[in-house]
């Protein structure tokens, strides 16, 4: 699995970015996807996860009816689209891919990760 992720920069708080993920090994049609951040001196937390189908979303609270997380399969890429930003949301983001068909809060619940892509939301 090779997981490209595009899509961060800076933003105002308020404003909105939209994230990619890319599996151009195309090994994850079948896997739960999902987007984690990791701030600086934190440990990584899970922001948003999608089933293999698309199905089943799933949200932290910190990020609920906010953010929203979509896939598209003749892709191989998932999205994470990022309204109402905060401060708080600065971080690095990852994609990963689950170990099942459904995503899992749970960091040991991942297969494998993608690069990563800063998100700076300035106040």
């Known amino acids: 699995v090779q997981l490209q992720a595009s899509g961060g920069g800076l933003a105002q708080a308020g404003g909105s970015l939209r994230l990619s993920c890319a599996d151009s090994?195309?090994?994850?049609?079948?896997?739960?996807m999902a987007w984690f951040r990791q701030a600086p001196g934190k440990e990584r937390e899970f922001v948003a996860g999608i089933s293999w189908n698309g199905g089943i979303t799933s949200y932290s609270n910190a990020v609920k009816g906010r953010f929203t997380i979509s896939r598209d399969r003749a892709k191989n890429t998932i999205y994470l689209q990022m309204n109402s930003l905060k401060p708080d949301d600065t971080a690095v983001y990852y994609c990963?891919?689950?170990?099942?068909?459904?995503?899992?809060?749970?960091?040991?619940?991942?297969?494998?990760w993608g690069q990563g892509t800063l998100v700076t939301v300035s106040s």
């Open positions: 090994g195309r090994t994850s049609s079948n896997n739960g």
């Open positions: 990963a891919v689950a170990r099942s068909a459904v995503a899992s809060s749970v960091t040991s619940s991942v297969k494998s």
